[in-house]
């Protein structure tokens, strides 16, 4: 991705996820930026049902003088989407010829959308590969911020991947971001940020079109499902959990419970179909579902309470 070019002109941007992903905080630390740098800057957030997995989008525009706090439909210069559907859903506010597109392919899905309760059913969801987006659009990057984030040891600064992304079609200063970026998150978690935006800047540095799903990430976890015959594995890192009950709650299994220390477990592993709500709805990132066609490796239905390596 080249560098923006400073303008004249308002600047669009339009970040969207789900909540609990950290749509405000890149939010916010665009429109600090922006504020810093001397430009006009207005931005406007709707949260709606965030705390149960419903939709957040923020505007952030910026300029010399920004009238109005929000975006026309096709007009957004960059549309930044932490989880996939999301991204798709406001794909046509995105300006059709100069327009730049960046989206984690994590998904999450609502819990409607998991209409068979068979083991390795497919849910309804959207059924859009990133190859068919990145053709439609100027430019276009769709990364695993998740699991990129995840191997610098924390899943959830995947924000902070995507921020690391944005930041290469911006012209402001790799160091202005990571002052801001260093000034808004908690102290303890200012290394791993840092790491998070360089990770995120490299990556989308490198070409100005780009698709790169690893082979863990949860887009290529999300195919594999589709296989009728599936091994199961839920992992549940204990030191996560903070005993929310979502999980307990939301499996169609019934297969999950708190143990005594108020942690979610496994209780009934053969009734499990892989169906993975319990792993997208979890608000801290604390279950992961791994469903393996049984043709390819022939382990056993289980459950991991330990962290995973
Ligand atoms: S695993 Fe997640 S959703 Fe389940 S109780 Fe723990 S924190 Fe809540
Ligand atoms: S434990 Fe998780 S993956 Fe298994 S059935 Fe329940 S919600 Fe689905």
Request: aromatic letters at 4%.
């Amino acid at each position: 991705m080249a560098m923006g070019e400073k303008s004249n002109r308002t600047m669009n941007v339009l970040i969207v996820g789900v909540g609990g992903q950290g749509v405000i905080m890149v939010s916010k630390v665009l429109a600090q930026l922006c504020q810093a740098d001397g430009h006009d800057v207005k931005q406007s957030e709707v949260h709606g049902m965030a705390k149960r997995g419903g939709g957040v989008f923020s505007h952030v525009r910026f300029g010399p003088k920004v009238w109005s706090p929000t975006i026309p439909e096709g007009e957004v210069d960059i549309l930044v989407a932490l989880e996939w559907a999301e991204g798709l859903r406001w794909l046509r506010h995105l300006k059709p010829d100069t327009g730049t597109f960046i989206a984690d392919c994590q998904k999450i899905v609502p819990p409607f959308a998991c209409l068979s309760r068979k083991r390795g059913a497919e849910p309804a969801y959207a059924p859009q590969a990133p190859e068919e987006i990145i053709e439609q659009v100027h430019a276009g990057y769709v990364m695993d911020a998740t699991t990129m984030a995840a191997n610098l040891g924390n899943a959830k600064a995947a924000n902070t991947v995507l921020l690391g992304a944005l930041s290469t079609a911006l012209d402001f200063p790799e160091d202005a971001w990571l002052d801001v970026i260093s000034a808004t998150v908690p102290e303890k978690s200012v290394e791993i940020n840092r790491k998070a935006f360089a990770e995120g800047r490299a990556w989308a540095g490198a070409a100005p079109k780009r698709i790169d799903v690893t082979p863990d990430g949860l887009h290529k976890a999300h195919v594999e499902v589709h296989h009728p015959e599936v091994e199961t594995v839920v992992e549940i890192v204990a030191d996560w959990c903070k005993g929310c009950d979502i999980c307990v709650k939301i499996c169609p299994e019934r297969c999950l419970r708190l143990n005594g220390q108020l942690k979610a477990e496994l209780a009934l592993p053969d009734l499990c179909t892989g169906c993975q709500l319990c792993a997208w709805l979890c608000p801290d990132l604390a279950i992961t579902v791994t469903n393996t066609p049984v043709a390819d490796t022939p382990a056993t239905t289980k459950a991991a309470t330990e962290p995973a390596e």
